[in-house]
Protein backbone atom coordinates (compact mmCIF):
# COMPACT_ATOMS: atom_id res chain seq x y z
CA UNK A 1 0.00 0.00 0.00
CA UNK A 2 1.02 3.26 -0.59
CA UNK A 3 2.55 5.55 2.53
CA UNK A 4 2.89 8.85 3.37
CA UNK A 5 5.64 8.63 6.32
CA UNK A 6 5.66 12.45 8.35
CA UNK A 7 8.88 11.63 10.48
CA UNK A 8 8.28 14.63 13.01
CA UNK A 9 5.67 14.57 15.28
CA UNK A 10 6.95 18.04 16.53
CA UNK A 11 9.13 20.49 15.19
CA UNK A 12 9.46 24.46 16.82
CA UNK A 13 10.92 27.24 15.73
CA UNK A 14 11.88 31.00 16.50
CA UNK A 15 9.59 33.24 15.04
CA UNK A 16 11.16 35.04 11.92
CA UNK A 17 13.79 31.71 11.60
CA UNK A 18 13.12 28.76 8.64
CA UNK A 19 11.89 25.90 9.13
CA UNK A 20 11.75 22.24 7.36
CA UNK A 21 9.20 20.11 7.59
CA UNK A 22 10.43 16.90 5.65
CA UNK A 23 7.79 14.26 4.12
CA UNK A 24 8.69 11.17 1.93
CA UNK A 25 6.22 8.62 0.37
CA UNK A 26 6.39 5.61 -1.62
CA UNK A 27 4.92 4.62 -4.95
CA UNK A 28 6.18 3.27 -8.05
CA UNK A 29 3.65 5.68 -10.10
CA UNK A 30 6.08 8.60 -12.09
CA UNK A 31 2.90 10.54 -12.24
CA UNK A 32 1.44 11.93 -9.17
CA UNK A 33 0.57 15.17 -7.33
CA UNK A 34 1.88 16.08 -3.31
CA UNK A 35 -0.01 18.69 -1.62
CA UNK A 36 1.06 20.25 1.96
CA UNK A 37 -1.81 21.14 3.98
CA UNK A 38 -1.95 23.47 7.44
CA UNK A 39 -4.67 22.77 10.15
CA UNK A 40 -4.48 25.76 12.36
CA UNK A 41 -5.70 24.98 16.22
CA UNK A 42 -9.14 25.09 15.76
CA UNK A 43 -9.15 26.14 12.57
CA UNK A 44 -10.13 24.88 8.95
CA UNK A 45 -7.68 22.90 6.89
CA UNK A 46 -6.30 24.94 3.86
CA UNK A 47 -3.67 24.26 0.77
CA UNK A 48 -0.56 25.20 1.29
CA UNK A 49 1.18 24.15 -1.54
CA UNK A 50 1.02 21.64 -4.33
CA UNK A 51 3.45 20.18 -6.58
CA UNK A 52 2.75 17.73 -10.14
CA UNK A 53 5.61 15.52 -9.66
CA UNK A 54 6.43 16.11 -14.12
CA UNK A 55 7.02 19.38 -12.97
CA UNK A 56 10.98 19.62 -12.07
CA UNK A 57 10.61 23.17 -10.45
CA UNK A 58 10.00 23.52 -6.92
CA UNK A 59 6.34 24.88 -6.52
CA UNK A 60 6.62 28.08 -4.32
CA UNK A 61 3.83 30.08 -2.45
CA UNK A 62 5.01 33.41 -0.97
CA UNK A 63 7.15 32.47 2.00
CA UNK A 64 6.18 28.44 1.66
CA UNK A 65 8.61 26.48 -1.05
CA UNK A 66 9.38 22.94 -1.26
CA UNK A 67 12.10 20.76 -2.11
CA UNK A 68 10.62 17.96 -4.27
CA UNK A 69 13.22 14.99 -4.57
CA UNK A 70 11.47 12.62 -7.12
CA UNK A 71 14.73 10.21 -7.19
CA UNK A 72 14.25 10.00 -3.78
CA UNK A 73 10.70 10.13 -2.73
CA UNK A 74 11.10 13.51 -0.52
CA UNK A 75 8.53 16.16 -0.45
CA UNK A 76 10.03 18.75 1.99
CA UNK A 77 8.07 21.77 2.81
CA UNK A 78 10.67 25.63 4.03
CA UNK A 79 8.67 27.72 5.71
CA UNK A 80 10.90 31.36 5.45
CA UNK A 81 10.47 34.05 8.03
CA UNK A 82 8.01 31.78 10.32
CA UNK A 83 5.54 34.03 11.70
CA UNK A 84 2.96 33.57 14.75
CA UNK A 85 0.32 32.18 11.87
CA UNK A 86 2.19 29.84 10.88
CA UNK A 87 1.53 27.58 14.12
CA UNK A 88 -0.63 24.76 12.96
CA UNK A 89 -0.54 20.89 12.17
CA UNK A 90 0.85 20.47 9.20
CA UNK A 91 -0.03 17.47 6.75
CA UNK A 92 1.53 16.41 3.82
CA UNK A 93 -0.41 14.07 1.18
CA UNK A 94 -0.01 12.47 -2.33
CA UNK A 95 -2.52 11.14 -4.36
CA UNK A 96 -1.93 8.89 -7.80
CA UNK A 97 -3.75 6.05 -10.17
CA UNK A 98 -2.34 3.92 -7.50
CA UNK A 99 -3.91 5.22 -4.50
CA UNK A 100 -7.11 4.25 -5.22
CA UNK A 101 -7.71 8.08 -6.46
CA UNK A 102 -7.90 9.22 -3.31
CA UNK A 103 -5.13 11.32 -0.78
CA UNK A 104 -3.07 9.15 1.16
CA UNK A 105 -2.07 11.63 4.19
CA UNK A 106 0.70 11.42 6.38
CA UNK A 107 0.54 11.75 10.38
CA UNK A 108 1.16 15.06 10.48
CA UNK A 109 3.50 17.54 11.93
CA UNK A 110 3.10 19.97 14.46
CA UNK A 111 4.66 23.31 13.76
CA UNK A 112 5.38 25.39 17.24
CA UNK A 113 6.19 28.50 16.63
CA UNK A 114 8.23 30.43 19.74
CA UNK A 115 7.88 34.27 19.93
CA UNK B 1 -14.81 32.12 -1.30
CA UNK B 2 -15.45 28.46 -1.06
CA UNK B 3 -17.11 27.71 2.12
CA UNK B 4 -18.00 24.01 3.23
CA UNK B 5 -19.73 23.84 6.61
CA UNK B 6 -20.78 21.37 8.94
CA UNK B 7 -23.73 21.28 11.34
CA UNK B 8 -21.91 20.84 14.19
CA UNK B 9 -18.62 21.62 16.13
CA UNK B 10 -19.12 19.21 18.88
CA UNK B 11 -21.39 16.56 19.60
CA UNK B 12 -21.89 13.83 22.48
CA UNK B 13 -24.03 10.83 22.16
CA UNK B 14 -24.70 7.26 23.36
CA UNK B 15 -23.48 4.59 22.65
CA UNK B 16 -26.25 2.74 20.00
CA UNK B 17 -27.54 6.02 18.93
CA UNK B 18 -28.23 6.92 15.39
CA UNK B 19 -25.50 10.20 14.24
CA UNK B 20 -26.24 12.53 11.81
CA UNK B 21 -23.57 14.73 10.31
CA UNK B 22 -24.04 17.02 7.70
CA UNK B 23 -22.39 19.46 5.48
CA UNK B 24 -23.21 21.90 2.93
CA UNK B 25 -21.07 23.62 0.57
CA UNK B 26 -21.54 26.35 -1.92
CA UNK B 27 -19.16 25.98 -4.60
CA UNK B 28 -21.56 23.83 -6.48
CA UNK B 29 -18.76 21.22 -6.31
CA UNK B 30 -18.99 18.14 -7.69
CA UNK B 31 -17.45 16.06 -5.43
CA UNK B 32 -17.74 15.77 -1.62
CA UNK B 33 -15.44 13.44 1.08
CA UNK B 34 -15.47 12.47 4.38
CA UNK B 35 -12.66 12.34 6.65
CA UNK B 36 -12.17 10.63 10.17
CA UNK B 37 -8.90 12.79 11.59
CA UNK B 38 -7.51 10.67 14.46
CA UNK B 39 -4.04 11.83 16.01
CA UNK B 40 -1.21 10.17 14.65
CA UNK B 41 -3.09 8.87 12.14
CA UNK B 42 -3.66 11.89 9.81
CA UNK B 43 -6.88 11.30 8.10
CA UNK B 44 -8.58 8.78 6.81
CA UNK B 45 -11.02 8.55 4.07
CA UNK B 46 -14.43 7.23 5.17
CA UNK B 47 -16.49 7.83 2.22
CA UNK B 48 -16.67 10.62 -1.04
CA UNK B 49 -19.33 11.33 -3.89
CA UNK B 50 -18.69 12.61 -6.84
CA UNK B 51 -21.97 13.25 -7.81
CA UNK B 52 -25.71 13.41 -6.64
CA UNK B 53 -26.94 10.07 -5.34
CA UNK B 54 -23.19 8.26 -6.13
CA UNK B 55 -21.17 7.28 -3.29
CA UNK B 56 -17.85 5.41 -3.07
CA UNK B 57 -16.38 3.25 -0.32
CA UNK B 58 -13.07 4.85 1.41
CA UNK B 59 -10.57 3.31 3.28
CA UNK B 60 -12.87 2.79 6.34
CA UNK B 61 -16.40 2.64 6.09
CA UNK B 62 -17.67 0.24 8.27
CA UNK B 63 -20.03 1.42 10.87
CA UNK B 64 -20.61 4.13 8.31
CA UNK B 65 -23.46 4.90 6.04
CA UNK B 66 -23.50 8.40 3.60
CA UNK B 67 -26.90 10.11 1.81
CA UNK B 68 -26.28 12.94 -0.96
CA UNK B 69 -29.37 13.84 -2.53
CA UNK B 70 -28.42 17.53 -3.34
CA UNK B 71 -25.57 18.47 -4.85
CA UNK B 72 -24.69 21.00 -2.15
CA UNK B 73 -25.09 18.46 0.59
CA UNK B 74 -23.29 15.31 2.03
CA UNK B 75 -24.59 13.55 5.24
CA UNK B 76 -22.70 10.96 7.02
CA UNK B 77 -24.68 8.77 8.98
CA UNK B 78 -23.62 6.64 11.93
CA UNK B 79 -26.26 3.70 12.33
CA UNK B 80 -25.52 2.62 15.85
CA UNK B 81 -22.34 5.15 17.32
CA UNK B 82 -19.87 2.61 19.09
CA UNK B 83 -17.15 4.35 21.74
CA UNK B 84 -14.54 3.79 18.52
CA UNK B 85 -16.19 6.29 16.36
CA UNK B 86 -15.59 8.94 18.92
CA UNK B 87 -13.04 11.24 16.69
CA UNK B 88 -12.84 14.35 14.57
CA UNK B 89 -14.80 14.64 11.37
CA UNK B 90 -14.00 16.62 8.53
CA UNK B 91 -16.19 16.76 4.94
CA UNK B 92 -14.26 18.36 2.27
CA UNK B 93 -15.01 19.27 -1.40
CA UNK B 94 -13.54 19.57 -4.96
CA UNK B 95 -14.24 20.67 -8.56
CA UNK B 96 -13.94 18.92 -11.63
CA UNK B 97 -10.51 18.03 -11.41
CA UNK B 98 -11.23 15.34 -8.63
CA UNK B 99 -9.14 14.37 -5.81
CA UNK B 100 -6.07 16.21 -7.73
CA UNK B 101 -7.68 19.21 -7.46
CA UNK B 102 -7.62 21.52 -3.99
CA UNK B 103 -9.67 20.31 -1.44
CA UNK B 104 -11.78 22.63 0.67
CA UNK B 105 -12.48 21.85 4.16
CA UNK B 106 -15.24 22.19 6.83
CA UNK B 107 -14.48 23.25 10.41
CA UNK B 108 -14.85 19.80 11.62
CA UNK B 109 -17.34 18.17 14.23
CA UNK B 110 -15.48 16.61 17.33
CA UNK B 111 -17.82 13.65 18.33
CA UNK B 112 -17.78 11.98 21.50
CA UNK B 113 -19.39 8.62 22.04
CA UNK B 114 -20.23 8.19 25.71
Known amino acids: AQTVTQSQPEMSVQEAETVTLSCTYD???????LFWYKQPPSRQMILVIR????KQQNATENRFSVNFQKAAKSFSLKISDSQLGDAAMYFC????????????WGAGTKLIIKP | DVKVTQSSRYLVKRTGEKVFLECVQD?????MFWYRQDPGLGLRLIYF???????EKGDIPEGYSVSREKKERFSLILESASTNQTSMYLC?????????????FGPGTRLTVL
Open chain 1, 51 to 54: QEAY
Open chain 2, 49 to 55: SYDVKMK
Open chain 1, 27 to 33: TSESDYY
Open chain 1, 93 to 104: AYFAADSNYQLI
Open chain 2, 27 to 31: MDHEN
Open chain 2, 92 to 104: ASSGLAGVKDTQY
